[in-house]
């Protein structure tokens, strides 16, 4: 389930940069109509009102404005694809490790750790869809002896810790702290097909079998 929800992930990543790709040569296309030298394309433009006002933006305002909205996109994109294979995972995580004790060190703390501090935000906008109870129970289901419930990892309990941009080495701290202690040195060692390489690499990482 968990790996089919990454591939799943995946492709809806993909059909979104490509979406973004498309768009950008189709502004390519129109700024090469609207700014060629060329008179006869120019009448056609203007017949079909695609000539430049005297107020318009030059090419490289336009050219710097696309490529900061095309940046911010993408990058939402990924950030999005993330939080959500994180929040998979963690939703996965109890099923895999029954016993919260047994969970790795780093695990529980860092669960701990954002635990406390959702509490100390609670209320904050950003966490608003929480309810005391639901960032509370998890954790206490986990440290209480014989509990016939559940314990719960809820991503923001993870994610409150890391909340500058997901670079390199702050996905990987990010990424350690859920258990993927792996995912650094799979992306070493890799150097197989990009879109296997995707999928394979949290399956390294998470030591699940093909």
């Not at 909340?163 to 990010?174: D, I, T």
């Amino acid at each position: 389930m968990l790996i089919e929800t990454i591939e799943i992930s995946l492709e809806q990543l993909r059909q979104k940069t490509e979406t973004i790709r498309f768009i950008l040569k189709q502004n390519q296309s129109l700024r090469d109509i609207l700014f060629t030298n060329d008179e006869e394309v120019r009448k056609k433009a203007a017949e079909l009102k695609l000539n430049l006002s005297k107020n318009s933006i030059s090419l490289t305002e336009w050219e710097i404005d696309e490529h900061c909205a095309v940046v911010s996109q993408l990058y939402a994109i990924y950030e999005n694809f993330v939080k959500k294979i994180i929040s998979k995972w963690l939703e996965a995580l109890p099923q895999l490790v029954t016993k919260y004790e047994r969970l790795d060190e780093v695990i529980r703390n860092n669960h701990r750790s954002g635990v406390g501090k959702l509490i100390s935000n609670f209320g904050n906008n950003r966490y608003e869809d929480l309810s005391l109870e639901q960032i509370i129970q998890g954790l206490f289901y986990g440290v209480k002896k014989n509990s016939k419930s559940k314990y719960e990892l809820i991503p923001e309990s993870f994610l409150i810790n890391f909340q500058n941009n997901l670079r390199q080495k702050e996905l990987q701290n990010l990424l350690t702290a859920i258990g993927l202690n792996d995912f650094k040195s799979c992306v070493g060692i890799w150097g197989g097909d990009k879109e296997v390489y995707e999928i394979d690499c949290i399956r390294v990482a998470a030591r699940i079998p093909c």
